[in-house]
């Protein structure tokens, strides 16, 4: 187990050639965003062109589209098709699970459809990027829980059977990819809570990272958050085994593994415990695969820059006020930071 060092971090900083141009800095799909998560789809684009991507793409429901383009230029929108969602409304005392009408409502959910139209743009990309606020629907612990009742208004699935169908389609892709947030709910529903049960140990496609905070990878390894907890290393490193991916175990001293070898990363404080600081931080790995690093060092530098940002935020905004957003403008600053290290060789 390592501590990652400003030394090593500095080595990993992809090269800006002179003779370039936006091609030379590759493609991030982003695949995230939905009715009630807009902003989940602008942080995760945004800061992938922070960190140097020469081209974001958003692919998300039309409302989606129209409202990160309402708020930022830089983004090349993909807006997807989607399909009518049917409400059943059941009776309030939920007994007995009476039906007492039915509608049909645009909730925003992506057609599953939409993996077909999406084909020319998974060909393209240098890495994709999805999961972040791409919503399951309802809550995570009924989702995540076959024996729950369905709430009176609840979304039976979101995004999921969307999800399923593009998890198909990259399944013998060898571009990067990061699964964030609502991805991770998904492939634990489908390891441990679906019908359609896999036989076989889930593998992700190969070049993938995973992006948990301690309550989803206990829903992916279906155990308590703190028995991960008290032995984050050790948690994060048999997920990477398991699941054939790359971990990056969020929170206070977050945790790197490949299943061989373990980082803990120094950078952060709780200035990034607000909401949307994960999918900042979903952009910025996105940004660097993009740019030609391997999914470990693409994620090692992601992580410590991210809680960089963090730390030059709260020192001039205070631990308290740093918002998602300004993160945004504080990865300039901390890229600033690191550049003024003179790069060893490793
Ligand atoms: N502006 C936006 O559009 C935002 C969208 N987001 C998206 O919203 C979706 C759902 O995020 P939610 O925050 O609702 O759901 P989460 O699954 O992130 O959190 C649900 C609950 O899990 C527990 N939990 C979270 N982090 C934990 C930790 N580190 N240790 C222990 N327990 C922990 C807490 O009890 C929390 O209330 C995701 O797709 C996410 O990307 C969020 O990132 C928030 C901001
Ligand atoms: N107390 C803390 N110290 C350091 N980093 C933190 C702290 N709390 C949260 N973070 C970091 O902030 C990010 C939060 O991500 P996540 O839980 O996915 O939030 P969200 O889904 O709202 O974006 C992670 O990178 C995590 O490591």
Redesign the pocket.
Known sequence: MQTLTKEYITSLLPMRPDNSHKATFGHVLNIA?SM??????Y?SSLSALRTGAGYVTLASSPGVCQSVSALTPNIVMRPLPTRPVIYAELSPQMTDSVCIGLQSIDTESIDEKAVIQLHDLLEKASVITV?????IGQS?DEFNDSTAPLSSMAIAEGNHCFFLALLGALQTRSQSMVF???AL?FISHFLHHSPRKPQTPLHLPKNSIITP????LARLLNID?EAI?ADRVHYATEAAKQLNTIVLL??YHTVISDGEYAFINPTGNNALAK??S??VLTGIIGGFCAQGLSPLNATCLGVYLHGLAGDLAAQALSEYSVL?SDLLDYIPKAIKQITNVKPINV
């Open positions: 965003g009630h998560y807009r902003g989940a789809a942080l999961g972040s606020g791409l919503s995570k964030d947030a609502d709910n905070h301690p309550k989803e958050v907890q969020k929170g909401a949307g994960g999918d998602a």
